[in-house]
């Protein structure tokens, strides 16, 4: 199991595109390809590339335990249990915010991940 005290989180927060044609792109180096869990999410580590995060070291969260939203853990685990995405390897996430097809006023955060 990670030590997850020590290594910080990611926010999606900082996230902040509506365009699926120009989604943020994160840039991943996978360091412990087996997801984990923390207090309040299911994570990976790997270190970042985005913004101001130059291959930092983070726990990346798949889950938050309050969010219904689980597409993100769901893609991320039919490629890890492929054998699609291991330690080492190299992806990237494509996020946007959408609008949620039960609300309209609401919007749901998407993603797509890139091998």
Not at 1 to 8: G, L, N
Not at 62 to 72: E, F, R
Not at 74 to 98: A, H, N, P, S, V
Request: proline share 3%.
């Amino acid at each position: 199991m990670s030590e997850t005290s020590t290594t910080p989180f990611f926010h999606w927060g900082d996230c902040k595109t509506n365009s699926k044609i120009n989604a943020d792109r994160i840039d991943l180096e996978i360091v412990e390809a087996e997801p984990f869990d923390s207090t309040y999410s299911t994570n990976i580590k790997a270190k970042v590339t985005f913004n101001y995060h130059k291959d930092e070291l983070m726990n990346i969260p798949l889950w938050n335990y309050k969010s219904k939203n689980q597409a993100l853990l769901r893609q991320y685990m039919k490629l890890f249990e492929k054998g699609k995405i291991k330690d080492g390897d190299k992806i990237q996430i494509l996020t946007w915010l959408g609008t949620s097809s039960k609300n309209p006023d609401y919007k749901l955060r998407e993603w797509r991940i890139v091998v």
